[in-house]
């Protein structure tokens, strides 16, 4: 079983800070790592992926990934009250299960206006 | 952009009923997915198909069996509801790994009671 490890939360910031979202992982072969934000009843959305060690910006997103440490982050920059959801991160399995997707349990951040 | 659509956003059925939830994609994927998803527990894998008539269990197929007749649908079905299997249900597909690193393009969910 591939485990894919996050804090629950809930995390709580107040508007305009940076939120920062923490994954780690245990399958040394994945090469490919997602987050997804799901609103309370909604399902999940992809909102950034990434396959090299560093750092990848969208707008106001960074995912951040050390394959060495088998952690991937993900930070919120200028957070907004519309950025209170469920974060999930996800693992694409290797080998034998490269199609598959991982996913950690979500953390759920608030942004507090 | 690719959409999934899942016939149902709620379901309430009986113990015992054989359930369908249907999930259809529109961007020719070979791959689709079941998840259910639990509090506390995550996203959790049911079945997976890699192409039309090809299924795979994924980590919790007990009780689930799937049906995958044309590439864009891939039907979830329960073959006797029981109450532990009150969820949300999540369909999705991707493209196969040689074509990129997409991530999962998620339907809109069937909430599923099982009374």
């Known amino acids: 079983q591939k485990e894919v490890e996050q804090n629950s939360g809930p995390l709580s910031v107040p508007e305009g800070a940076i939120a920062s979202l923490n994954c780690t992982y245990s399958d040394r072969g994945s090469q490919s790592f997602f987050w997804y934000r799901q609103y309370s009843g909604k399902s999940p959305e992809l909102i950034m992926f990434i396959y090299s060690n560093g750092d990848k910006e969208d707008g106001r997103f960074t995912a951040q990934l050390n394959k060495a440490s088998q952690y991937v982050s993900l930070l919120i920059r200028d957070s907004q009250p519309s950025d209170s959801a469920t974060y999930l991160c996800?693992?694409?399995?290797?080998?034998?299960?490269?199609?598959?997707?991982?996913f950690g349990t979500g953390t759920s951040l608030t942004v507090i206006p | 952009d690719v959409k999934v659509t899942q016939s149902s956003r709620y379901l309430v059925k009986r113990t015992g009923e054989k359930v369908f939830l249907e999930c259809v994609q529109d961007?020719?994927?070979?791959?689709m997915f079941w998840y259910r998803q639990d509090p506390g527990l995550g996203l959790r894998l049911i079945y997976f198909s890699y192409d039309v008539k090809m299924k795979e269990k994924g980590d919790i197929p007990e009780g689930y069996s799937v049906s995958r007749e044309k590439k864009e649908r891939f039907s979830l079905i329960l073959e006797s509801a029981s109450t532990n299997q009150t969820s949300m249900y999540l369909c999705?597909?991707?493209?196969?790994?040689?074509?990129?690193?997409?991530?999962?393009?998620f339907g809109s969910g069937t909430r599923l009671t099982v009374v």
């Open positions: 961007m020719d994927h070979e791959n």
């Open positions: 996800a693992v694409k399995g290797s080998g034998n299960t490269g199609n598959q997707f991982y």
């Open positions: 999705a597909s991707r493209v196969p790994r040689d074509r990129g690193n997409y991530g999962y393009t």
